[in-house]
């Protein structure tokens, strides 16, 4: 994923659990279950600086069942029911 920042070489960005979650998603979403994710954070202070980071299997994985229970309140909350 793609994401714009203020940011300078001196103060690079880092990731957050919402990442994560996104990213797991987007490869849920595109059945791709085993795809890395990455997110590339691209400075709008100083052109052409980007800084990339790979989100690990591992927090991919925690960041799927996070999305998941996420979901499962969601739907819960707002009495979703897919019949409807």
Known sequence: DFKSKDFGAENLPTVWDDHAMQLAAYREGFDMPSARGAIIYVSTRVPGLTHTIEISEDDLTRGWNMFLTLL?????????????
Do not use: G
């Open 72 to 84: 499962s309140f969601w739907k819960l909350k707002n009495r979703y029911s897919p019949d409807l």
